[in-house]
């Protein structure tokens, strides 16, 4: 098998970019901007402003208490495996009374392996209406795959399978830039690369609203970072005094922007330049995009998703048409006390996600703005007694008004410790691989079909590139206009 | 006997074995020479422990303060210890122990996580100069760790519920406290198989290495019950199984019973075979004997501690003595830490002078060191004497980074990491500590300094500094840069910013005869910029 001759492929057509772009000169110019280097073949921008955000669940979500079976027999599966008793819950299981108000039903019916049902957590009744009204969709058993793997080829090593599985960083990496960790760029910056064509301002094409990750770093698409207050300014240049010395104000300036010789020094000096230069610019903007939308207090998700969405409503202020952001949340490494901390997550996760949601609405986006949930892995369907331990495939979800929502996209696994779909206690084997769901969104921003390879480097190893869950906004236009 | 040559070259030692530099502490360095001051150094007792921080100030009592319920005095009681008192090059390397064997503040949800965590510190420190393999030992028993990581209340298998053992301790103490994920040649650099690098252990031995860690839990055995005094109704447990070793002994446990949960199976894992019906305390010694002893310990484990201390790149050949000096400490121990942070620090590579200028030597000053440095330099002092600040973990309002607060076991940052799109990515090297560096925290840090170097922040407002050496230079802009270039950076401030600041604090108006509040002005804009500078913020 040849794993990594499309990286070699991407690899090619990338020097023959940046080559272009080194001519210019500009490479991540604020000033000049980057407009139409040729890009036009491998990304269009045709069609107005898109944006991708990116969810990041940290710790490695329990899908197993996330999509929950709730047909009578799989429910009895799911219990008898989690350590539940009849329908009442206990162990890690959920009650399954308390899942009737939050079942999934396909409008058009949708047959799911063992005629499986299933319920969303209880706490996330928001993201159950935007199923219900079309705009989310789960994908069900997602994971990092180089290659198709059966458990068959699992098992003898004949195909082989991404390195350090079930480890929280490597895997973390392995979402977010198909390598483990040391990767060099992420699937949301190399999305960056391509688009920063369609950009004035090629800074603003990702966008990093949470803490430092490898997702949205590009070969030349750099992550700005955004705090949920908006940019920090650096007090004493905004107000023009050190402890009222203007003169010591601009020395200041003049430091922070200075290193000398030292290879770290000089990064760092780049790094304080970089925030002096576009913070009062992205708060100027961001002053003038007024948001209505509540997005609550106290939800660290919702607080980062509000910038993002400030950011998008000041997207011609800032001069982007196309963008990808992430934001993320903490907290799901639940090997203790599932039950009591994990509802609770998903709570918060279904009020920012909802929120967000709103919010693109009001700023006429929605159908524009597409976000989607990663994270470290799933977990084991088994207990180790109040908790669950490190996975593989998980269950995800894409929300969004080009979201062909409203339905199930990949396979469901069986609710099994034993069966083939799953390698041992219940950790999934993916049947939908990172690259198949990454080329799928990368695709509807405008990335073109030759250049899926350079987003998701084994995409040609897998049948589909396009798994069918977005559609373009002209489309989802042309729908709602049939439907009135 | 090598001696420092200047006060440059002392300043820099010290910055790099303890938290701050000072007069004293340059001439006794330069009158003694590197390792005869370290070895006395080293011998300082420990003046004051965690334990001893909450029994003085009355945090370990059960009041109507309701200190059992929080992490304030957790957060207090460290900020005590590096902020103040002695045996600086003991606290130093229990840091750096604390950013490997990571627990954190915000993540241990019991009663006493203040105490807990003050144990966990004193483990750290009590065993910083001393065997690797007590340590392990100790943090794994540890209750706060054993909440941190789960090993609290797991249990051995269960056919009849389909309950398996917690994996979370088994998986981190190979992945991250000892062996790592690859194999390593002794001088760290990975060992290969066409090409590929070879992972040290499957998830097979994740499972096997679990059954080691079921069966522990709190030991009660002395702790006292007391009656909550907002609750009559209720009683609140002391202090005492905050900080006991967690145990497998049933009849210690807040509920005694007559059966543990240690697992009687077979454990298998790293080709290790531990019999069926070995006990919890044996199993331990098995196990930790084992990974111990495993190749890779000392060149995963040195590496990290180099960067801590002295640089983010160092060369296998130094990874490769301090790894030498782990295996086998010149009298055939093993694991001997204070060996190791000698090694450290007097190895050729960290005290050759030539790599200041060495564009790729040297490291990233973490936040929170740069505090410590700043509060040490200039005679910080608490007024309550609790030094009661908070979490400063925050980058946007500020200092991004607290200390025991890494938000996952996978510390602050990790020793990999390189920022994309950077001259240190294109130079192939790394910068862990840029990690937390971003638009937001580099801003987010110099208006925590504006707040800092007066302590006139509100959330810093127990503290104060004296700048009682400073003050008489004050009106002496050269003079008064010489003496903080020295202190903060040891002397590492390059020409064109030493010219600046001194042209720029000669904007504020200071004679002699000025007030000392117009020379705190002064200084306190000196002791900002250099801190702002680059010059200062990567340690050479």
């Known amino acids: 098998m040849h794993i990594g001759k499309e990286l070699e492929i991407s690899r090619r057509a990338f020097l023959q970019r940046s080559g272009q772009l080194a001519a210019m000169g500009a490479a991540s110019s604020y000033a000049l901007g980057l407009a139409g280097i040729g890009e036009a073949a491998a990304f269009s921008s045709d069609g107005g402003y898109k944006a991708l955000v990116c969810v990041f669940l940290y710790g490695g979500n329990d899908h197993g208490n996330t999509l929950i079976p709730f047909d009578p027999a799989n429910y009895g599966r799911y219990a008898a495996i989690r350590g539940g008793i009849n329908e009442e819950g206990g162990g890690i299981a959920l009650p399954r009374a308390s899942l009737a108000g939050t079942v999934l039903l396909p409008a058009g019916g949708q047959t799911l392996t063992d005629d499986i049902t299933y319920a969303l957590a209880p706490s996330m009744p928001r993201m159950k209406a935007r199923f219900d009204q079309g705009v989310m969709a789960p994908l069900l058993n997602v994971g990092p795959l180089i290659a198709p793997m059966t458990r068959a080829q699992y098992d003898n090593n004949s195909v082989p399978r991404p390195p350090k599985l079930f480890s929280h960083n490597d895997q973390q990496s392995t979402w977010q830039s198909s390598q483990p960790e040391g990767s060099q760029t992420g699937w949301g910056g190399r999305m960056g690369d391509l688009a920063q064509s369609a950009n004035t301002n090629a800074m603003f094409t990702a966008i990093n609203a949470t803490g430092n990750a490898v997702f949205l770093s590009g070969r030349q698409a750099l992550p700005y970072q955004v705090s949920p207050s908006g940019a920090i300014l650096f007090r004493p240049l905004r107000t023009g005094r050190l402890f009222g010395s203007g003169t010591a104000a601009s020395a200041l300036e003049t430091i922070l922007k200075s290193a000398s010789g030292n290879i770290l020094a000089a990064d760092h000096a780049t790094i304080n330049d970089r925030s002096i230069k576009f913070g009062s610019f992205v708060n100027n903007a961001l002053a003038n995009a007024a948001i209505a939308t509540d997005f609550g207090t106290g939800n660290g998700l919702a607080a980062q998703l509000r910038t993002v969405a400030g950011m998008i409503a000041a997207r011609r202020s800032l001069g982007v048409t196309r963008q990808v952001f992430m934001v993320s949340m903490g907290g799901y490494d639940n090997h203790d006390g599932l039950i009591g901390r994990h509802d609770g997550l998903l709570a918060q996760l279904d009020f920012a996600l909802d929120a967000f949601y709103r919010a693109t609405v009001e700023l006429g986006v929605a159908d524009r703005v597409t976000t989607f949930t990663a994270s470290d892995f799933g977990r084991t369907l088994s207990s180790n007694g109040d908790g669950s331990d490190h996975g593989w495939g998980g269950h995800h979800f894409v929300l969004g008004a080009s979201v062909a929502g409203g339905r199930f996209y990949g396979r469901a696994p069986h609710v099994s410790v034993d069966t083939p779909d799953q390698v041992g206690r219940g950790r999934l084997l993916p049947t939908t691989s990172v690259d198949e769901y990454s080329a799928t969104l990368a695709k509807w921003l405008g990335v073109s079909p030759s250049e899926l390879p350079s987003i998701a480097p084994n995409i040609g190893r897998f049948a589909n590139s396009d798994l069918g869950f977005m559609q373009q906004p002209e489309t989802v236009a042309a729908a709602a206009k049939r439907m009135t | ?540």
């Open chain 2, 1 to 540: 006997m090598l001696k420092p040559q200047t006060d440059g070259e002392a300043a820099r030692f010290l910055l790099q074995a303890s938290f701050s530099a000072s007069s004293g502490a340059i001439a006794e360095v330069r009158n003694d020479g590197f390792a005869p001051w370290l070895d006395r150094a080293m011998r300082q007792a420990n003046d004051v422990s965690a334990a001893g921080y909450f029994e003085a100030r009355g945090f370990d009592r059960v009041d109507a303060n309701r200190f059992y319920n929080g992490t304030t005095t957790g957060d207090w009681m460290i900020w005590s210890q590096l902020l103040s008192g002695g045996n600086v090059l003991r606290k130093r390397f229990a840091l750096a122990l604390s950013e490997f064997f990571v627990v954190s503040l915000g993540d241990i949800d019991i009663s006493w996580r203040g105490p807990a965590i003050g144990e966990y510190w004193d483990i750290l420190n009590r065993n910083a100069f001393g065997s690797f393999r007590t340590l392990i030992e100790e943090i794994t028993l540890n209750p706060a760790m054993g909440v941190y990581l789960n090993t609290r209340g797991n249990r051995r298998a269960d056919p009849r519920t389909g309950r398996v053992p917690d994996e979370n301790y088994g998986r981190e103490i190979m992945q991250l406290f000892s062996i790592g994920l690859f194999e390593l040649n002794p001088d760290g650099t990975p060992r290969t198989n066409g090409g590929e690098p070879i992972e040290t252990y499957t998830n097979d031995d994740v499972t096997g290495i679990a059954k080691v860690f079921t069966g522990y839990d709190f030991n009660y055995s002395q702790t006292q019950a007391f009656p909550d005094p907002t609750n009559p109704a209720r009683t609140v447990a002391g202090v005492d199984f905050a900080r006991r070793p967690m145990t497998a002994d049933p009849s210690k446990w807040s509920r005694p019973s007559a059966d543990g949960f240690h697992a009687q199976e077979e454990k298998r894992f790293l080709g290790l075979v531990i019999p069926a019906g070995t006990n919890a305390s044996e199993s331990l010694r098995l196990a930790l004997d084992h990974l111990v002893a495993h190749p890779n310990v000392g060149p995963f484990f040195a590496r990290q501690m180099i960067q801590r201390l002295v640089t983010s790149n160092p060369s296998p050949a130094y990874v490769g003595r301090v790894a030498a000096v782990f295996a086998n400490n010149g009298q055939g121990r093993r694991g001997d830490l204070g060996a190791v942070f000698k090694a450290i620090l007097l190895d050729e590579e960290a005290r050759a002078m030539a790599n200041v200028a060495n564009p790729a030597f040297g490291k990233l000053r973490e936040p929170m060191l740069r505090f410590v440095q700043l509060a040490r330099t200039f005679g910080v002092r608490s007024a309550s004497g609790n030094f009661e600040v908070g979490s400063l973990s925050d980058p946007a309002n500020r200092l991004g980074q607290s200390p025991l607060r890494s938000p996952s076991v996978f510390n602050f940052f990790r020793p990999g990491y390189f920022p994309a799109g950077s001259q240190i990515a294109t130079n192939n090297l790394l910068a862990p500590e840029f990690q937390v560096v971003n638009e937001t925290s580099v801003a987010g840090y110099v208006n925590f300094l504006e707040g800092a170097v007066g302590m006139s922040a509100s959330y810093l407002r127990d503290l104060s500094l004296d700048y009682a050496a400073e003050l008489p230079l004050a009106h002496d802009p050269a003079r008064l840069v010489d003496h903080l270039d020295l202190l903060l950076t040891a002397n590492q401030l390059s020409a064109p910013v030493r010219e600046t600041i001194t042209g720029a604090i000669g904007s504020f108006a200071v004679q002699q005869t000025s007030s000392d509040a117009d020379k705190l002005r002064r200084i306190h804009a000196a002791v900002l910029l250099v801190m702002a500078s680059t010059d200062y913020l990567v340690q050479k």
